[in-house]
């Protein structure tokens, strides 16, 4: 090992043994497709093996962003890669796309090998619940740009889709039902709010009670995924339209699924409101109507349907561990109207 590089705060030989330790997460994500080629300076994989006549490849990269400050405050690190999964799957998700790989990238203060090995333990997490193949990624020790204690962490995935069943939203007509699914609490979108108003403005204890759970607990409560569950009413043909509701809530996000001229009408209490939401609201005295402008409100998911297929598609969602809930439909108004 080199003794000036030490000196200067990179130890290689701590990235050996997080490298080491990670080859076994790596190995529960194989899927059809993925090659032995791990540790290679590229990821491989093998397209051949699929059976689409007409791929189209589509892609999504996405971090996690400043969730990241509560698993550095309460020192849990092993489910934040979930989150960095679900952001890319859930986008790619949205257009239609089987999700086939994932590289993640890791900058790190100080290379741990405990920690490094927890978050790349949740990557794969993610990975086995997407059903996607994690074939690299980068871990770069950075001291002085992150303290010994911080990270970060984004990823990268790519997926397919027929190009006949690509989820566009030409597809969409108005008088289409919206189908909403739960989602699992905050996801991970929303944090520098979450973070001003419980620790900044009142100074809260992470380790507090929160229902069953602690406080710190109930905000990393991992982004949902939402692959095994939808992907097959996509190859179906039962879905119009998807829109995965992360930064900028129901406002910014509904309307990248529906074509210029039309809109959406969201009927408020048609879904159950986690308590985080009400808890935030009540504390940071945060006006209803700018909530659906930042958080899920407990959806994470959208799904446009023809109103013929309502029922096929929630009892499908249903049998399959999702928590759907008709909230909407698509209107000829332009905008987002919540009500």
């Given at each position: 090992m080199s003794e000036h590089y030490a000196k200067s705060g990179v130890n290689l030989q701590a990235g050996y043994e997080s490298v080491k330790r990670i080859r076994s997460h790596i190995e529960r994500t194989r899927r059809l497709g993925m090659m032995d080629n791990i540790g290679s300076f590229g990821g491989l994989f093998d397209l051949t093996r699929l059976n689409v006549s007409e791929p189209v490849l589509i892609s999504g990269t996405d971090g996690v962003g400043t969730k990241l400050k509560i698993a550095f405050l309460t020192g849990k690190h092993d489910t934040i890669g979930i989150d960095a999964v679900a952001m890319c799957v859930n986008d790619i998700l949205a257009q239609g796309a089987q999700p086939l790989f994932f590289l993640d990238y890791i900058a790190i203060g100080k290379n741990n090998p405990d920690t490094v090995e927890a978050i790349v333990k949740g990557v794969a997490d993610g990975c086995v619940s997407a059903n996607c193949a994690l074939i690299g990624g980068e871990t770069a020790e950075m001291p002085d740009m992150y303290s010994s204690d911080e990270y970060d962490i984004a990823g990268f995935c790519v997926g397919v889709a027929e190009k006949s069943k690509l989820i566009l939203p030409s597809h969409v007509n108005t008088g289409d039902v919206i189908i909403g699914l739960a989602s699992s609490g905050l996801h991970s979108n929303g944090f520098s709010l979450v973070r001003k108003i419980l620790f900044k403005d009142h100074s809260l204890d992470p380790m507090m009670k929160f229902g069953e759970q602690t406080l710190g607990e109930t905000l990393l409560t991992p982004t949902r995924i939402y692959v095994r569950a939808v992907l097959p009413l996509i190859q179906q043909c039962k879905i119009h339209g998807i829109a995965?509701?992360?930064?900028?809530?129901?406002?910014?996000?509904?309307?990248?699924?529906?074509?210029?001229?039309?809109?959406?009408?969201?009927?408020?209490?048609?879904?159950?409101?986690?308590?985080?939401?009400?808890?935030?609201a009540d504390l940071g005295r945060i006006p209803e109507d700018q909530l659906y402008q930042v958080f899920n409100m407990g959806i994470g998911m959208m799904l446009i349907v023809n109103p013929k297929d309502v029922e096929e598609v929630l009892e499908y969602l249903r049998s399959h561990h999702e928590h759907p809930y008709v909230i909407g439909e698509v209107t000829d108004t332009p905008g987002v109207v919540i009500r």
């Open positions: 995965h509701i992360t930064g900028g809530g129901f406002v910014e996000n509904a309307p990248r699924c529906i074509q210029d001229e039309q809109g959406i009408l969201i009927h408020k209490g048609t879904w159950p409101i986690p308590p985080i939401f009400t808890f935030l």
